[in-house]
């Protein structure tokens, strides 16, 4: 059974990069049919869906967020990565690292979450 | 891309059925057969409880079951259980490639 975890600071400074790193281990990141993807909630609120990123490579980023995400794989390591530049205080939240196991949003592995504050 | 429209919150006694409706858009919910609907528990991470619209994980309560109209995707819960009680959140493909989460349903069990 495959299991996902997310590691990185848990204070970033504003203006800063957030910079958070998912390890997959029980299976492969290189799977054809696995979308690996970043999804944040706010406290108190909703699921926000960021980006996923496929071994192959390809990438597709939340619109609102684009400008500022720089996602990567790495599958000697069977780790992906999100990188979240120029954060502020609305960065504020737990990030979730998700396996999508279809490509079609149906998200079946996550991350336990990684709180990540934004403040100086 | 705008959030899916969810009610803010659903309840129900034990053992009724409750339905929560998932609204989106002709790029999204009404144009693919991806809708999904998660299970939050407090402090918890998501669990995916129906994908593909009607489709239940293995593991997972024959009494969740989903359904789509038009650009509305609605998760029914039957036999409500004291156990179902968190938030529930519906996710769709869109047209964009991308993802879009709803804006969540606290639903509680009286």
């Not at chain 1, 490579?57 to 939340?62: A, D, H, I, M, V």
């Not at chain 2, 409706?21 to 669990?47: I, N």
């Not at chain 2, 038009?70 to 490639?97: F, K, M, P, R, V």
Request: net charge positive.
């Amino acid at each position: 059974q495959v299991q996902l975890q997310e590691s990185g600071p848990g204070l970033v400074k504003p203006s800063q990069t957030l910079s958070l790193t998912c390890s997959v281990s029980g299976g492969s990141i290189s799977n054809n049919n696995h979308y690996w993807n970043w999804i944040r909630q706010h406290p108190g609120k909703g699921l926000e869906w960021i980006a996923y990123i496929h071994y192959r490579g390809g990438t597709y980023q939340n619109p609102s967020l684009r400008s500022r995400i720089t996602t990567s794989i790495d599958t000697s390591k069977n780790q992906f990565s999100l990188k979240l530049s120029s954060v502020t205080a609305a960065d504020t939240a737990v990030y979730y690292c998700a396996r999508d196991n279809s490509g079609y949003a149906s998200f079946d592995s996550w991350g336990q979450g990684s709180l990540v504050t934004v403040s100086s | 891309q705008s959030a899916l429209t969810q009610p803010a919150s659903v309840s129900g006694s034990p053992g009724q059925s409750i339905t929560i409706s998932c609204t989106g858009t002709s790029s999204d919910v009404g144009a693919y057969k991806y809708v999904s609907w998660y299970q939050q528990h407090p402090g918890k991470a998501p669990k995916l409880m129906i994908y593909d619209v009607s489709n239940r994980p293995s593991g997972v309560s024959n009494r969740f079951s989903g359904s789509k109209s038009g650009n509305t995707a609605s998760l029914t819960i039957s036999g409500l259980q004291a156990e179902d009680e968190a938030d529930y959140y519906c996710s769709s493909y869109t047209t964009s490639s991308t993802y879009v989460f709803g804006t969540g349903t606290k639903v509680t069990v009286l």
